[in-house]
């Protein structure tokens, strides 16, 4: 499992004026999740296009092992396109002409109900999402990637998709990457959460880990000051503080009522006191 | 095999497989010898990382209640001499991490004694 599978080592990239990636460096490892988070335009898509290799880089470097070339990379998005008046059947056999594929299994498909002769463009989201996953998994992939899907599908068609994610992790030890806005759904599914800021990773570590460094306190009260804050809300009279990095002694020091944050809070936490940072900047 | 994963609770998901299969084991469900649920298959049912299922099949073989044999998979390790041992050392556990919660909380040994006493009349 902790074979590499791409290393990604001083990566910038960035739009004609604008700087997406920065000095960004990661190393992804055979079976793995790991879930990208931040805030809208912090250069998440990109960096999967670039892991995708449909993006070319500007400056650094990214390394492929022999398994990780792009064929065997399976990209997922919901931007990705089509040619919308093709019909599915079509689609299959221009994908599987084109990764040298000889097997197509159709189940999730069948599953979900989508017939052959529908064409792209009459499809749902979420029908498309299980269509290009249904592509990207007859390419056998080492890697994964999944843009922003998850949340446009409805309950029983997210259920076969992460449960076709959780497979090709544990048959074939494929790396998933996904890019999210939710958390709750796959709350206790990755082994590392990568918090995108400024176009490079915040913070790289396990969601035990993240759990137990930041706990919430809700009061009317100011904070203490020597409790570290990393981000407060106010809600009306009540004060929310994330308090980061947390450590169990401070519940005998400060008798404050220290609460477990759940994954999709500790990102907004991240987001959000990256935000109060560069306000001050 | 009843299991149930708590998404809010703090403790670990792995924590929470181990202690779910050591539950059947030590209650009966579980018998020496019989087969646990592939990863593949536990990770799908219960809708987590097959990582985190290797991780509690791998502590489970490692505190002695499973065992690995190629090609079928673990199976459970349970010699019937040792499910008195285990169970008060499960107990101990719970106690243990309950009585560091008691402490952070500022009771003393004392006030949980009493208060064990009281409850359990």
Redesign the interface.
Known sequence: MNQSLIEVHDLRLGYTRKRVIDGLSVSLRRGEWAVIAGRNGAGKSTLLRALAGVLLADGGSILRSAEATPEKIGFISDRFSLFEDWTVTRAIGFHCRAFGIGSFDDGLLRRVGIAGKTRIHDLSAGERAIVHLSLALAQRPSLLLVDEVLHVLDPFVRDLFVGALIEAIAVRQAAVVTVNHVFSEIERLPDRVLVMEAGRFAVDAPPDELRAGMKKVIGREPLPQALPCLFSRADGEYKEYFIHPFQEEMRREHGLDFQDVALGEIIKAFIGGGYERKRMA | MNLT?D??S?L??YQQIMQAIKLEILSGGLRDGDPLPS??DL??LL??????VAKAYYALEAEGFSEGRTGSGSRVKAPPGRQDALRRAMLEGELRAFLEKAV?L?FSAADVTKMIEKVGQ
């Open positions: 994963i998404a809010n703090p670990p998901v990863i593949r990770a799908k809708r987590v990382n097959p990582n985190t952070a500022g």
